[in-house]
C-alpha cells in the first residue's frame, strides 16, 4: 500500500483519470487466452494485446466458432469443461492476422515498446483467424493437378475412333475377338458396367421419392394458399409432415414408401377431383334442385389429406372422432370423407382386370409351382371377420358360427401362385358352407378346361369343378380311421408350404385394422367395399413371391 499511495500523490495533479490508470496497472489479474492449446499469458509473455470476445450476438458467436469453444456453465467451475464469456475472457493478439489491426502491423518492431502493444484496438468486424489447427493445414501439401493417364482404348480401337461404320459402333470392345482391353480386362469392364447399372438405379430410386416429395408439397402448398384465402385453420396432422419417413407412412397407410402412396394418389386423383362429398342417404335430388347446388359439399381438406385421412381410418382402425381431432373437421366430415373415397376405390379398383388370363398366370408362375403343380390358376380360402351381435333373431341366427360361437361373416378370396389378388366374392354369412360360397362366387365359370385349383380341406367342391374340366388339389382326408401313408403325409406338408402366397395375402388384409376385432354393426353393410378395396391395396406393398 505504501507503493500505491505514493503513486497515487504523485499522478493526482493528473486527474482522476490517471488515477484509474495506475489502479488498473497496480491490481490487474494477469490474462490467459481463451483459446484451446494456446499458453499465452500477460504475466509471463511480452509483445501481446489482449482483446476481449464482443458483445454482439452475431459477433460472440463468430468468435466462438473460430476458436472452437462453446459456452458450458451446466458444469462446476473447477471441471475444464466449464467455460463462461466474462469481461476478463481474451485472445492474445497471437491470433488475428496484421491487417486485423488498426496500427496494420502484429509482430514487435525493435524501436517499439511493450506497452505500445499492448494498447492497439482491432478494426470493426475483425476475428481471430490463426491457431494451431490452422497452422498445420496451410502446412500440408496440396495434391497437384491430375496427370495424363494415357488412352484406355487399344491401338485398334483408337485408329478407328474416327470411323462410323457399323462394326466399330455396335462393338467397339468385343470380347469374342480375343484382344485386350487397353489397361482395363473384360473382367474389370463388366464389374464396371455393374456398378454403373446399380449406381444408375439407385439415382433412380430417389429421384423418384424426389419426384413425390415434389408433388406432396406443391400439394401442401395451394392447401395452405386456400386456407389462407378462406381464413381456416390447418390440420393438426397430415401427410406432409410425414413424406420424409417411409417407416410412419408405412404405420399410418400401409404403403411401403411415399412413392407408393403417390402412385396410388396419382391414380385416383383425376376421378377425385370430379367427386362430390357424399352428404347422407336422406339427401334427395329435389332439396339440391331447391338450393341450386350440386349433391354434396367441397371439403376444406386438399384431396391428398382427404386420401390420407381415409388410409389412417383404413390402415390403423382410428376412431372417427379421434381423426376429427387430427384433422381439424367435424367428426360427420370423417364419416363422409371414408365413405366416399372408399366408394371411389371401390369403382376404380373394379375397373381394372382383376381375373388374369391362364397365359399371364403362366408367365409369373413361381419355381415351386413350376414343377409341382404347373396347371394352377388360382389359390382360394375363406377370410372370416368377426361383427358385433346383431339386434334381428333371423341375422344372429344367419351369422352365428358354432365352430367359433361367434357372430361372422365369410369372404372367398382367390390368389394366383404368385399372390396377386384375383378373386374377392360377395360378403356371406357366418351359416353357410366353403361349398356353397364358392359356388355363389361364379369362380367354375371363369375357369378352363385343364385348370387346377388349390384349397383346403374344408373345399368339397370335387364335383362341382369335375363338371368344367378342372382338377382340385387339396391334402388327402383320413378315411376309415385308419393312419395316414407316408407318400400322403408328405403331399400334405408340400401343400401346407406351397401354399403360403394366400396365406401371407391373408394376413396383409387383416392387417388393415379397420377390419379388426368386432366390426362395428355400421361397417357391416359397407363390408363388401372395405374387404375389395383392402385386398387391392395390399398390391402396393410390394411382391408376395420372389
Given amino acids: 500500500?505504501?507503493?500505491?499511495?505514493?503513486?497515487?500523490?504523485?499522478?493526482?495533479?493528473?486527474?482522476?483519470?490517471?488515477?484509474?490508470?495506475?489502479?488498473?496497472?497496480?491490481?490487474?489479474?494477469?490474462?490467459?487466452?481463451?483459446?484451446?492449446?494456446?499458453?499465452?499469458?500477460?504475466?509471463?509473455?511480452?509483445?501481446?494485446?489482449?482483446?476481449?470476445?464482443?458483445?454482439?450476438?452475431?459477433?460472440?458467436?463468430?468468435?466462438?466458432?473460430?476458436?472452437?469453444?462453446?459456452?458450458?456453465?451446466?458444469?462446476?467451475?473447477?471441471?475444464?469443461?466449464?467455460?463462461?464469456?466474462?469481461?476478463?475472457?481474451?485472445?492474445?493478439?497471437?491470433?488475428?492476422?496484421?491487417?486485423?489491426?488498426?496500427?496494420?502491423?502484429?509482430?514487435?518492431?525493435?524501436?517499439?515498446?511493450?506497452?505500445?502493444?499492448?494498447?492497439?484496438?482491432?478494426?470493426?468486424?475483425?476475428?481471430?483467424?490463426?491457431?494451431?489447427?490452422?497452422?498445420?493445414?496451410?502446412?500440408?501439401?496440396?495434391?497437384?493437378?491430375?496427370?495424363?493417364?494415357?488412352?484406355?482404348?487399344?491401338?485398334?480401337?483408337?485408329?478407328?475412333?474416327?470411323?462410323?461404320?457399323?462394326?466399330?459402333?455396335?462393338?467397339?470392345?468385343?470380347?469374342?475377338?480375343?484382344?485386350?482391353?487397353?489397361?482395363?480386362?473384360?473382367?474389370?469392364?463388366?464389374?464396371?458396367?455393374?456398378?454403373?447399372?446399380?449406381?444408375r438405379e439407385n439415382m433412380e430410386r430417389e429421384l423418384e421419392r424426389l419426384n413425390a416429395k415434389k408433388e406432396l408439397l406443391s400439394t401442401k402448398l395451394e392447401a395452405e394458399l386456400l386456407n389462407l384465402q378462406e381464413g381456416w385453420n390447418p390440420p393438426l396432422f397430415s401427410v406432409a409432415g410425414i413424406v420424409d419417413n417411409d417407416k410412419l407412412i408405412s404405420l399410418y397407410t400401409g404403403f411401403s414408401s411415399a412413392p407408393e402412396f403417390m402412385a396410388c394418389f396419382t391414380f385416383l386423383k383425376p376421378s377425385a377431383e370430379c367427386m362430390r362429398i357424399w352428404e347422407g342417404a336422406y339427401t334427395t335430388p329435389a332439396t339440391h334442385e331447391q338450393h341450386g347446388a350440386r349433391p354434396g359439399s367441397k371439403s376444406k381438406l386438399s384431396l391428398i389429406d382427404q386420401f390420407f385421412l381415409v388410409m389412417v381410418r383404413l390402415r390403423c382402425g382410428h376412431h372417427e372422432l379421434d381423426l376429427a381431432c387430427r384433422f381439424n373437421v367435424p367428426r360427420s366430415t370423417v364419416s363422409r370423407l371414408v365413405f366416399t373415397w372408399t366408394n371411389l376405390m371401390y369403382r376404380e379398383f373394379k375397373k381394372q382386370p382383376v381375373w388374369l388370363s391362364r397365359h399371364a398366370v403362366d408367365e409369373l408362375l413361381p419355381a415351386s409351382f413350376r414343377q409341382s403343380y404347373p396347371s394352377t390358376r388360382i389359390i382360394i380360402d375363406c377370410a372370416e371377420f368377426f361383427i358385433k351381435k346383431p339386434t334381428s333373431l333371423s341375422r344372429k341366427a344367419a351369422t352365428w358360427s358354432p365352430y367359433n360361437s361367434d357372430h361372422k361373416v365369410k369372404v372367398l378370396i382367390g390368389v394366383a401362385p404368385h399372390g396377386h389378388v384375383t378373386l374377392v366374392s360377395d360378403v356371406y354369412t357366418g351359416s353357410i358352407s366353403d361349398k356353397a360360397i364358392t359356388a355363389a362366387s361364379g369362380l367354375v365359370n371363369l375357369l378352363d378346361r385343364g385348370d387346377s385349383v388349390m384349397a383346403d380341406k374344408g373345399f368339397d367342391i370335387q364335383d362341382m369343378l369335375a363338371s368344367g374340366g378342372v382338377q382340385l388339389i387339396s391334402p388327402p382326408f383320413k378315411q376309415d380311421e385308419r393312419q395316414m401313408q407316408p407318400e400322403e403325409l408328405v403331399s400334405t406338408k408340400k401343400l401346407d408350404a406351397i401354399r403360403v402366397p394366400v396365406e401371407r395375402r391373408m394376413q396383409r388384409i387383416k392387417a388393415f385394422r379397420i377390419l379388426n376385432g368386432e366390426i362395428e354393426s355400421a361397417l357391416v353393410g359397407r363390408l363388401q367395399v372395405l374387404v375389395f378395396v383392402c385386398s387391392m391395396l395390399t398390391h402396393f406393398q410390394g411382391a408376395l413371391v420372389a
Avoid at 467455460?83 to 517499439?112: M, W, Y
Fill in 1 to 199: 500500500f505504501s507503493v500505491f499511495f505514493s503513486s497515487f500523490k504523485e499522478k493526482a495533479k493528473h486527474g482522476f483519470q490517471s488515477f484509474l490508470a495506475t489502479l488498473r496497472a497496480v491490481i490487474r489479474m494477469p490474462h490467459h487466452c481463451c483459446v484451446p492449446n494456446c499458453e499465452h499469458n500477460s504475466e509471463f509473455t511480452e509483445g501481446l494485446s489482449w482483446h476481449g470476445i464482443p458483445g454482439d450476438p452475431s459477433t460472440k458467436k463468430l468468435w466462438l466458432t473460430r476458436i472452437r469453444r462453446d459456452e458450458n456453465t451446466n458444469v462446476c467451475r473447477s471441471d475444464p469443461a466449464y467455460f463462461k464469456v466474462s469481461a476478463a475472457t481474451k485472445v492474445c493478439s497471437d491470433h488475428f492476422l496484421p491487417e486485423d489491426f488498426c496500427d496494420g502491423s502484429r509482430k514487435r518492431k525493435a524501436s517499439e515498446k511493450s506497452s505500445d502493444l499492448r494498447h492497439r484496438t482491432l478494426k470493426r468486424g475483425a476475428a481471430p483467424s490463426v491457431f494451431a489447427w490452422t497452422k498445420e493445414s496451410r502446412g500440408r501439401t496440396r495434391r497437384g493437378a491430375p496427370t495424363d493417364r494415357g488412352d484406355p482404348l487399344p491401338p485398334t480401337a483408337r485408329q478407328n475412333r474416327g470411323h462410323t461404320g457399323s462394326e466399330q459402333e455396335s462393338e467397339p470392345f468385343s470380347a469374342a475377338s480375343g484382344t485386350d482391353s487397353g489397361p482395363y480386362s473384360s473382367g474389370e469392364s463388366v464389374e464396371c458396367q455393374h456398378r454403373g447399372s446399380d449406381y
